[in-house]
């Protein structure tokens, strides 16, 4: 063969193997899109979102979409180039989403679990706001501390060193003028026994700058009401989802609609008091919700900056610290008024 013939069957041979290349080997990428929408109003499939029994509910209109970001993982080379080229997606390192000291399964179950305490929380902001009663729950007890053996996830906290316990602080404010080795009463209730008190020695702090005593226990609050509310929503994970469930449970139970019967969509962690963290991702979110129909996105206060500069055309933006700053949102579209803006 003369060096032409050489050449181009070298060149062949380079074109195949990088097309192979570009085609099967895996990049350490995932790229990032928009996700799936759900309307919290609404169903899943056959099923409610937000379902409440043992309570009068409401009916509702219009929508309230929590939104979601896509992950896809295992890319080709050309796979992960298609996705950025098209403009929609953006790369991003797969170690941040699938950190290589943890396994798949390990990463799912976080996430997972995350979106079941983002449902908890929701349901606590919800009814807090409306005014319903609260109870103080232990929610871990410290292996080897004062409270272990003594207290349980679970049990109802009544009393601390003669002082009632009415929420997480004012635990904390009946223990603060202690010292470790006092000896001090706690009153509480395992499930439906009657009331117990133990008596408890308190230990040293974990920390060294801790002088009171420690009791090892990390109470929160709970709504203590007769009725059930339960959130159906498959193959979704992660918190930031709370602010939405947060609204339509808030629907549910309230006259008339919250929305003003209008397509709105959002996103953002909540907290027990009602405070909206900010959340990653979110011009995909907002893509996907135009798309769906939205016209109005709530946006997390911390995450105005970046939603301003990519809102989709077309998709009115209201900023929300609090749940407070979310209804009256939500009043001021029902009145026709515009939101406070990013």
């Known amino acids: ?58 009916p509702t209109g219009g929508h309230l979409n929590m939104t979601t970001v896509s992950v896809t993982d295992q890319l080709s080379m050309f796979g992960a180039l298609g996705l950025w080229v098209s403009g929609r997606y953006a790369l991003a390192p797969r170690d941040l989403y699938f950190p290589p000291d943890k396994t798949e399964q390990q990463i799912e179950q976080e996430n997972a679990e995350a979106f079941n305490d983002s449902q ?42 003669g002082r009632p316990v009415t929420d997480p602080q004012s635990l904390r404010t009946a223990l603060s003028d202690t010292k470790p080795g006092d ?16 008596d408890v020695q308190l230990a040293p702090g974990p920390g060294d700058q801790q002088t009171q005593g420690f009791l090892g226990v990390a109470a929160v609050e709970r709504p203590d009401v007769d009725f059930d509310i339960k959130i159906s929503l498959a193959d979704v994970g992660g918190p930031s989802a709370g602010l939405m469930f947060t609204l339509a449970i808030i629907d549910k139970l309230t006259p008339g609609e919250l929305n003003g019967g209008q397509f709105v969509a959002g996103t953002g962690e909540i907290t027990p008091d009602g405070k909206v963290g900010p959340i990653g991702g979110i011009p995909f979110k907002m893509v996907k919700a135009r798309e ?49 803006g990013c």
């Open 292 to 340: 769906a129909g939205a016209t109005t996105f709530l946006v997390p206060a911390d995450n105005c900056a970046e939603a301003k500069a990519q809102a989709p055309e077309g998709l009115q933006l209201a900023r929300v610290a609090t749940l407070q700053d979310a209804t009256s949102a939500l009043d001021a579209l029902r009145e026709g008024r515009a939101p406070a």
């Open 183 to 198: 000896r001090v009463q706690i009153r509480f209730q395992h499930g439906d026994e009657p009331e117990r008190v133990a």
């Open 1 to 58: 063969m003369n060096r032409r013939t050489w050449t181009l069957l070298t060149s062949v041979v380079l074109v195949v193997a990088f097309g192979l290349l570009g085609a099967f080997v895996r990049v350490p990428y995932v790229a990032l899109g928009p996700g799936p929408t759900y309307d919290t109003l609404g169903l899943d499939g056959e099923t409610p979102v937000i379902s409440i029994e043992g309570q009068q509910t409401f």
């Open 120 to 161: 908890t929380t929701a349901e606590t902001a919800a009814l807090r706001y409306l005014g319903y009663p609260m109870k103080v729950l232990v929610g871990q007890v410290v292996k080897g501390s004062p409270a272990d053996g003594v207290l349980a996830p679970g049990d109802r906290l009544l009393e601390a060193n």
